[in-house]
Each structure stands twice: as C-alpha cells, then as structure tokens.
C-alpha cells in the first residue's frame, strides 16, 4: 500500500455517530422465543399454567418502583400463551421482613409460586428470577423448586455503553445535551442482567467553587439532567454512580486546572514537574475544595448512590498519588513529610463525609488504578502501604489482575490492565481484599482491551472463576466495566448471577443454569461451546501492548504491507494524535514479553479452541431462526472467530516477511495465500456487520474499528496488491 492508498483508505467515512445504529436495538423490548412440542425436562411443574395465571401482589410499593418488574413479568407469560385470569395457577408477591437488602426467595409447585422480599429491589430480584425459571421450561410450566438467595456482591456497577466519555477527541458531555442515554427498554435489559448501578463521568470543574469564583455556569442544567437520569433508573432499581478522578493537577492539557486559577492560592500547588503542579491536599484549603464540590454534588442531585473516585493513577493530579510512583517525584514541602497512607485516609474521610453529609446512604469507593505495578515489585509494596490506613466503613477498589503473573509457555508474564483471558487475581489485589472491611474490584465483565471492538466475549467460565475468588476474599462491590465491557447480554447475565449466594459449587453447575432460560434443550451444546471459548481465549498473550495496541481489535483491516513502509501500529482505544491505518511496526505489540513466534503459538491455539465452539453453536443456527438474540449470539462467536484468525495470519505474514529479508526464504506463496485467506475474512465480517451493527464499535474510541466500506476498501485493496 503506497502513501497515496494510506491517506485514501484513511478517509473512510465513519458510520453515522448520531446515534450509533446498535441503539435502536437497545431500545427494543425484550424478546422471548419458545419452541413448540420438544417436552418439558425433569424437575418442571408441567402445565402448572396451562389455564392461565394469576398475579396476586401482596408486596407494598407506594412509589411504583415494581411497576417495571411485574410489566416484565406479563409479558414472559404473554409470550408462553400464558393469559393473566382469576383463579389461574396463583404467584403471590409478598413481603418478609425477615430478609436482607435485595434477598429473595421463589417457590415453585404445581399447584402455587410465591416471590417472597424485604424491599423493592429484593422483590425485583425474584421476579426476574422467576422469569427465568419460566423460561427454561417448555409449554406453560416452570421449573418447581424452592430457592433463596442474596447478594454479596452489594453494589454492581456498569455504565452506559453509548454514553459520550467526556474525553478527548470529541469531549461530550452527557449532562448538556438533551439526548436519553437511558431509554426504558435499556434499563430494563440492565436490570435483568443483575445490575443496580451505573457510572458516568464528571469533573469539579464543572461545579461551582467558593475557591475558584466564575465556576459552575452550566451547573444547574447538569444537576437536573441528572435528577432526572436518577429517577429514570431508579425505576428499574439503578442507582447512579459519579465517577471522578480528582483531584487534578495544574497545567494545560485538557484535563487540567490553568495555572492561573491558583494565582490567589498558589498554595495550592504542592510541587512542579514539566511545568505540571501537583494539588496539594495536605493543605485545609485544598480539602475544603474537595468537600466542597463534593456537598455541593450530592446536595444538589440527593438520590445518588454514591461516587468512585480514582485516588492515584490515570489523571489524578495530588502530590500523593505522584508520591507513590517514585518516593522521589514529588518534593512538596507539606505532602512529602508525611506517610502516604495518613495522607489517603484523610481523603478518604473528606470525601465520604462530604458526601454521607447530604446523601447518608450513598457509597464512596476509592479507586487504586495501577496497571504498572507488578506483584512482588517495590511499587507494590508502596502501594499496599497507601491502603493501609483505609477507613473502615469507605469502599477501597484495585485492579483485579493488574500486576499478576500468567504462565505462558513455559515463562511468567506480567499482566498489566484489565484482563477477560487471566483468572488472577494479583498478589496486591489479594492482599488487600483480605484485610479491607469494604473490598471492591474492577474488572471487566464483557471485553477487555484485549479485544474491546465486540460487544462482549462468551466466556462466562472464566467469570466464574474470577467471582469465586471474590467470594471467598469477601469482596462487596465491583465496578463491572471501563467505556467498554458493558453490553448487554451473556456476560452482564453471567456477572449479576455470580453475584449472589448460595455461590454454584461448579462451573458445570452455573454454565447450564445460565444457559437454560436461552437455549432449553441445546443447553450442553452450548456449556460446551462456552467451555472451549474460555479455554481457548486463555492463551491470548499475557501483554499489555498486545492488549493496547494488539492486532485482535481491528486486524482485519489493516494492510498487509510486503515491502515494508515502517509505519506505526495504532493504539484500539482513541483516534487522537495517532493514525487511522496501522503500519508494519508489529513488534510494537508484543514489546518486551513475547517474541513474534510465542505470540504465533498462542494465538494459533486461541484460534483452534474458539473455533471449535464456533462450530459447535453454528451447528444449531437453524433451530434458532426465528430468535434474533440467539441468532446475534451465533454470529458474534463467528465475528470473534474470524478476528482471531486474521490475528493470526497477520502474525504469519510479518513473521514469514521477517524470514525472506533475513533469511533468504522464498515464502511468496505462502504469503499468497494468506492474502486470499484476509480477503476472505474481510468479506465474510462485512456480511457480519451488515447483520450486526454493534460489531466494529469501540465504546472509549467512540468510533467503530471496522466496518462493511473499510472492510470492502480492505479486500478490494488486496486484491489489487495480488495483482500487482
């Protein structure tokens, strides 16, 4: 490809962004599509509604919240056939004081089904429940059996998966535009799937400030969007989260405080660094600020569930989260004589008391964002003492595998970010579940950066051993996903049912209870199916630059480049300053933990395990026809199956190029052939995304990575360097 097609092939238009055609999907109902004829399987109360059913709620609701839950409810039964009627097969809706907060309990027999809570989001709980039990049997039954069941994970946090990220390059903000990024169908697909929180961004300069005068213009138009965003979700027992990353240092990037404003309090300025100044929250002036903004918040907007605040890394700009890197960075005169750990916890007690001063039942969490840090590493150890002085009763958050070490053929590597692949959890992470009263953890439900241009991955295995983990260490909250990982469907489900005690003794056990409401006799193709995703995605390289910059998010559309143009590769996760077509730099994904070879090797078995199930669930399309969920969920394997093998064949072109320049190999045939086989993928996930429009989009770039013209370009493109 000569510079000229470069710049050509960059200039594809992107897909229509207002909005993004998947959110006419989001906003469609739910859908149930049963089969006739096929039995009903042991353990049903069969037929137990074949003369209709009768709703008998008994369960006090004065604000409606439930309103949404029992809707859902009739409309499963409507889709069974099932008519609502005096004297039918009676499910009772009742309240038990004795339960905790969002505890159910279902009964189920063949003469009666009673949905027992203490509270609205309980209730809410056991009627999805219910649903699924519902629609795991054929006919008019549902399978009888007798269940209670509680959370310990309290507090499921996702986000918005269209929201705007209020980040470079386009910095939308969702609280100043007049566009619904919570439409009912949405939430109601959410709550389903076990969450009750969502997370959007905001930052305190949009706020007003005693100390910074001519703040907050736009304030109260942001403060009443989000009212009404919190009594929108509220309906489908979703609480919002504000997520923060204060506070911010002072300079002149986009994230920045101007220097200027400090100029009555240059107190406030801890340290310099490049002309960068730390906050200084060692100052009362400086925790005024915080509280302040805070109060004013949560004063404002009282049904808030709470705020995550990053405490150290990504743009936090206080003097102590630049301690931490380097116990020589930052020379503030205040910050720097005291222990880091003191400095955190009065922090933490700043925030959570500003906030518990309006809104007393709202969670503050605190976030310790360090994907640099590796297990064992002095890094870690300053970390693990920031925490140790944690406040009881304030959420304390890490990265559930960041810094954990993953054995790959035959050598440990580092797992840096997020990782769906890497069961973890780190040694940090462990350590500091095990002795916090209030854990929380960040993972990432759906995808991951290692692959974050699908809607989710199906490996519901590998969440469970995530959440097992969890359960064992106590863990009471966790943050489901970043701007990506959050779509609805398998992964959300699985999440929400992990969440919950009695925990399933195996993961046989918890993948046919999470298949069966879906896929009723196909159950173990599809638990089958499941298991060879997660083993295979297992092997994906343990490597933050394979993750970063890696070829699996958008391989297929790169050019294959036999003489070489010494062009960089992209990063997946923002268009800014980069650019839109990949080179041929491909060490610079696989850095310093993997050679070309080992990557080869893992992605061959990857790709040999994943299409294995692909096979598997392909080989039941045309029983489910007529059901678009299921069939998406067929196509979206197949689309996960195709990245991994263009992945692979881009590693075998450069690897194979590497061998005739250094060499003297003739591998042009084989080379060939790997082209013929790229303008085939190309055009088999064209078709894909004409089917699926969520395929290709990147929910933190805020654009779509692939799809159908720049796959057409692409194959098109190759078939002219064949020719030529």
Same mark, same amino acid.
């Given at each position: 490809m000569n510079r000229e097609d470069i710049c050509a092939f960059a200039q594809i238009p992107q897909p229509s962004r207002k909005p993004p055609a998947f959110v006419d999907d989001l906003k469609r109902p739910l859908s149930c599509h049963f089969s006739r004829g096929t039995g009903c399987p042991a353990g049903a109360a069969q037929d137990c509604m074949k003369n209709g059913a009768e709703l008998k709620i008994e369960f006090p609701d004065a604000e409606g919240l439930l309103e949404t839950a029992y809707q859902s409810l009739r409309r499963v039964l409507t889709a069974k056939g099932v008519p609502e009627k005096t004297g039918g097969y009676p499910i009772t809706f009742r309240h038990d004081a004795a339960f905790g907060r969002e505890e159910y309990s279902v009964e189920v027999s063949a003469d009666s089904c009673s949905v027992a809570a203490a509270d609205a989001d309980g209730m809410r709980r056991g #009627?999805?429940?219910?649903?699924?039990?519902?629609?795991?049997?054929?006919?008019?039954?549902? *399978? +009888?059996?007798?269940?209670?069941?509680?959370? $310990?994970?309290?507090?499921?946090?996702?986000?918005?998966? $269209? &929201?705007?990220?209020?980040?470079?390059?386009? !910095?939308?903000?969702?609280? *100043?535009?007049?566009?619904?990024?919570?439409?009912?169908?949405?939430?109601? /697909?959410?709550?389903?799937?076990?969450? %009750?929180g969502l997370w959007l961004t905001m930052y305190f300069r949009d706020l007003p400030s005693n100390i910074f005068p001519g703040r907050g213009k736009d304030a109260e138009k942001r403060f009443e969007k989000l009212r009404r965003t919190v009594e929108r979700c509220a309906r489908f027992g979703i609480r919002i989260y504000i997520f923060f990353s204060e506070p911010k240092g002072f300079g002149k990037t986009s994230y920045s405080i101007p220097k200027e404003d400090a100029s009555a309090h240059p107190e406030l300025i801890g340290d310099t660094w490049n002309d960068y100044g730390f906050f200084c929250t060692s100052t009362p002036l400086g925790r005024q600020y915080i509280a302040e903004s805070l109060t004013r918040l949560f004063t404002a907007v009282p049904g808030l569930g709470g705020a995550i605040n990053i405490m150290f890394g990504e743009d936090n700009g206080a003097c102590v989260s630049h301690m931490l890197y380097d116990e020589e960075f930052c020379h503030c005169p205040r910050c720097s004589a005291r222990n880091p750990a003191d400095i955190y916890r009065e922090l933490a007690e700043v925030m959570s008391n500003a906030i518990h001063k309006?809104?007393?039942?709202?969670?503050?969490?605190?976030?310790?964002?360090?994907? &640099?840090?590796?297990?064992?590493?002095?890094?870690?150890?300053?970390?693990?003492? +920031?925490?140790? /002085?944690?406040?009881?009763?304030? &959420?304390?958050? $890490? %990265? !559930?595998?960041?810094?954990? #070490?993953v054995e790959q053929l035959g050598r440990g590597r580092h797992v840096f970010d997020y990782s769906l692949a890497y069961i973890g959890p780190s040694e940090l992470f462990r350590r500091i579940a095990s002795r916090s009263r209030k854990a929380a953890a960040k993972l990432q439900v759906g995808c991951s950066h290692e692959d974050a241009s699908v809607p989710f991955l199906p490996v519901p295995g590998n969440l469970y051993e995530k959440y097992k983990t969890m359960h064992d260490l106590g863990v009471y909250a966790v943050m489901q996903c970043w701007y990506f990982g959050n779509y609805p469907g398998l992964m959300n489900k699985a999440?929400?049912?992990?969440?919950?005690?009695?925990?399933?003794?195996?993961?046989?056990? !918890?993948? *046919?209870?999470?298949?069966?409401?879906?896929?009723?006799? %196909? *159950? @173990?193709?599809?638990?089958?199916?499941? /298991?060879? $995703?997660?083993? &295979?995605?297992?092997?994906?390289?343990?490597?933050?630059?394979?993750?970063?910059y890696g070829p699996l998010?958008?391989?297929?559309?790169?050019?294959?480049?036999?003489?070489?143009?010494?062009? @960089?590769?992209?990063?997946?996760?923002?268009l800014e300053n980069f650019p839109e077509v990949s080179g041929d730099r491909i060490g610079e994904c696989l850095i310093f933990q993997h050679t070309l070879a080992e990557a080869l090797t893992l992605c061959r078995e990857m790709y040999r395990l994943w299409q294995k199930g692909a096979g598997i669930l392909e080989s039941l399309r045309g029983e489910y026809s007529d059901d678009p969920a299921r069939s998406a969920d067929i196509d979206l394997a197949s689309a996960i199956a195709l990245q991994m093998r263009s992945t692979v064949n881009l590693l075998s072109f450069y690897s194979l190029r590497e061998e005739m320049f250094f060499d003297g190999k003739d591998n042009l045939e084989v080379m060939r052939e790997i082209v013929l086989d790229e303008i085939r993928n190309s055009e088999a996930m064209k078709r894909l995304c004409e089917r699926d429009s969520r395929l290709g989009y990147h929910s933190e770039a805020e654009i779509c990575k692939y799809y159908p013209e720049k796959l057409r370009w692409r194959a098109e493109w190759l078939k002219r360097a064949l020719a030529t």
């Open positions: #009627i999805y429940f219910l649903e699924d039990r519902i629609c795991e049997a054929e006919g008019p039954s549902a *399978t +009888a059996g007798s269940w209670r069941r509680r959370p $310990f994970v309290k507090h499921r946090i996702s986000r918005c998966f $269209f &929201g705007p990220t209020y980040r470079p390059p386009f !910095f939308i903000d969702e609280l *100043t535009n007049d566009i619904n990024y919570y439409p009912d169908e949405y939430l109601n /697909k959410l709550a389903h799937e076990g969450i %009750n309006a809104s007393p039942d709202a969670e503050f969490i605190g976030w310790f964002y360090a994907p &640099g840090q590796r297990d064992g590493s002095a890094f870690m150890h300053r970390l693990e003492n +920031a925490a140790s /002085k944690w406040p009881d009763d304030c &959420g304390i958050m $890490f %990265n !559930f595998e960041s810094g954990g #070490i999440a929400g049912e992990l969440s919950f005690e009695p925990f399933p003794e195996s993961e046989d056990e !918890f993948l *046919t209870m999470l298949a069966r409401p879906d896929w009723r006799k %196909n *159950t @173990p193709e599809v638990v089958e199916a499941w /298991k060879c $995703f997660s083993s &295979g995605y297992r092997h994906f390289p343990g490597n933050i630059a394979f993750e970063w998010h958008h391989s297929i559309v790169w050019p294959l480049h036999l003489f070489p143009v010494d062009e @960089p590769i992209s990063p997946s996760w923002i």
